[in-house]
Structures are given as structure tokens and as C-alpha cells.
């Protein structure tokens, strides 16, 4: 089944091209099929590459999806233009009224940064609260997915000596998740952060589980059952070529940065990085649309209210 998207966001046309199913409002509206509605809150300073990575994702699932943007009020990204915003972004004071089947928080680069200093800190915990009654699964990625865990449950992050940088391979600890149905016992993931989530912070702890963990960068998923929250430490979104972007930007502006570990082939940054993660970016993210198809009430209002 396709995704609806609106017909003139850029990820439509790369979507197309890609071979990936789209559909436009009046396609949907001949479809007598409640779509799942997923909402994007997307924090990334580019937020069209964000776009068309988790738009590509949700697009392979074999349901009705239908997505819609949404941005932080009060912050200007550097890196999208304030004219795609208004003409695809909803602010969330703006979107709040909604109930959503799904809601994705992406991560942003703010790691290093106290949570009580990112200059939004006080809607992101507005809108956390929001989620428990206005959305029946929530996926935070990255610093999403940190800043949650601290919001919700209390977990520290714990600042790194060095950038987290390049794949790295996961082992997987609870095989019997639905979130993990289909995934080998290990797989490798990009990873782009400055801090980390210990394991050691959520043993024994009853309220979260942690699915997946590399021994080498902390964990990698975590699941809060009882409140349908996943939290995604790491990147399976990422294009092939996120890291080398990120690698030659910080090369071209002399930021110190290392080689991503394990991605450029023998490490020649001139041969292009083999993508090893995507089939399991599309296993998290069908798995995830499965398990909220599944459970979700058929009316939709009724979210937050059973």
C-alpha cells in the first residue's frame, strides 16, 4: 500500500524514482481504508534528507500510511528554508488537537548540551507529555530517544571522550520482540553521536527493555512496553552515504574529526560505502507499523482514552 505525502514535497519526486509507492489526496480519498496516521516530528537542521529517509521506510509497508510534518514552534533550523516549512510542516501547538497512530522524534545534534539548556527543552517536555494521550506508539530516535528516556524514566546520558562515529555491529537480546521479528542475531547500524545510554542504567528496571546493545557504544534499543514507546539510540535511516557527508563537511570546515569506523571500504574514503543496515531499517520500521496496526483503536479518537 502506498504513502501519502503531499504531491509537491521534494521526497515525492525521489520517492518515485526510487520505485517506492506514493499516492496523492485524491487516490487516498477514493480508498475506503482508514489510514495510519504517522506523524514526524523532525528536529534534523536538514529536515528534507530527514524527509525522504523515514518517508522511503514507512513507504515499504504493506499499509495505508499517512504522513504528516511536524516542527518545534519556537526554533528556526539553519538548513531548511522558512518557505518549505510553511508549506509542509504543521508546529505542534498548531497539530496538538490531533491523535496520531504513530509519532517519530527524530534526533538533532544537541548532545553535548544539558537537556534543561537546549533552547526548546520546555516544548519537547510539552510535547512528551502530549504523546501519552494524543498518540498510540511513539519511535524516538537518537537524541530523541535520550532525551525521552531522561524525561520519561529518568536515564542519564553519559557524555563521550570522542564522536561515536561510523557502523557498528549490535547484538540482539530479546529475539522474541515483535519490533525484532525477522533480524538476524546481530546487525550493523551507522551511529553519529556524542554521548550514550548505558546499559548498566537500565538493568534491572522493570518499566524498560533493552533489545539490542553493542558492547562498544551502549545501547542501541530500547522498549517501553507497557507505554508502546521505542526508543532507536541509533541511525538505521541513514542514506549510504550519510557519514561520508558528515565525515568531508567536517574535513572541508578543519573540525577534528576521526574516519568513520568500519564504512569506507579498507578505509579509502574515494571508494563508496556498501550499505549493510537497510534491510533491517525496513524490519524496525514494518515491524513497528505491524504492532501499531495491531493494537491501535479502529476510531481513532479513542486514542488515549482506553
Known amino acids: 500500500m502506498p504513502i501519502k505525502i503531499p504531491d509537491k514535497l521534494p ?3 525521489a520517492l518515485v524514482n526510487e520505485g517506492v509507492r506514493v499516492m496523492t489526496e485524491a487516490v487516498a480519498i477514493r480508498q475506503d481504508i482508514r489510514p495510519l496516521q504517522i506523524g514526524l516530528l523532525n528536529l534534523m537542521p536538514n529536515k528534507i534528507k530527514t524527509e525522504l529517509q523515514m518517508a522511503r521506510l514507512l513507504g515499504a509497508s504493506p499499509l495505508q500510511v499517512e504522513l504528516s510534518l511536524v516542527r518545534i514552534g519556537n526554533h528556526k533550523p539553519k538548513n531548511t528554508s522558512e518557505d518549505h516549512l510553511l508549506a509542509f510542516y504543521q508546529t505542534w501547538e498548531k497539530a496538538k488537537d490531533r ?3 504513530g509519532f517519530i522524534i527524530t534526533g538533532t545534534p ?8 537546549v533552547s526548546y527543552w520546555r516544548e519537547m517536555q510539552q510535547i512528551f507529555e502530549w504523546t501519552q494521550t494524543n498518540v498510540h506508539s511513539t519511535m ?5 530517544a535520550m532525551a525521552a528516556l ?14 561515536a562515529f561510523g557502523v557498528y555491529r549490535q547484538k540482539i537480546l530479546k529475539p522474541s520482540s515483535p519490533y525484532l521479528n525477522g533480524f538476524s542475531d546481530d546487525f550493523s547500524i551507522p551511529i553519529s553521536r556524542w554521548a550514550e545510554i548505558k ?3 537500565l538493568a534491572g528496571r522493570p518499566d524498560l527493555t533493552l533489545l539490542a546493545h553493542s558492547d562498544e557504544k551502549g545501547a542501541c534499543i530500547v522498549e517501553d512496553g507497557k507505554f508502546r514507546r521505542l526508543y532507536v539510540l541509533d541511525h538505521l535511516e541513514y542514506d549510504s552515504s550519510s ?9 572541508k570546515a578543519n573540525v577534528p ?4 569506523f568500519n564504512y569506507f571500504p579498507n578505509d579509502d574514503t574515494s571508494l563508496t560505502p556498501p550499505n549493510r543496515w537497510r534491510p533491517h531499517a525496513h524490519l524496525l520500521l514494518s515491524n513497528w507499523i505491524n504492532e501499531i496496526y495491531q493494537t491501535t483503536p479502529f476510531d481513532i479518537s479513542l486514542i488515549g482514552k482506553t
Request: proline share 8%.
Open 140 to 144: 524516538n530516535v537518537c537524541w530523541g
Open 257 to 260: 574529526i576521526k574516519l568513520p
Open 199 to 201: 546499559a548498566t542504567d
Open 243 to 251: 557519514l561520508a557527508d558528515e565525515y568531508f563537511r567536517d574535513i
Open 11 to 13: 521526497a515525492f519526486e
Open 99 to 101: 491523535k496520531f497512530d
Open 110 to 117: 544537541v548532545e553535548t548540551i544539558p537537556y534543561e539548556d
Open 150 to 163: 531522561y524525561h520519561f524514566h529518568g536515564v542519564p546520558k553519559h557524555q563521550l571522550p570522542e564522536k
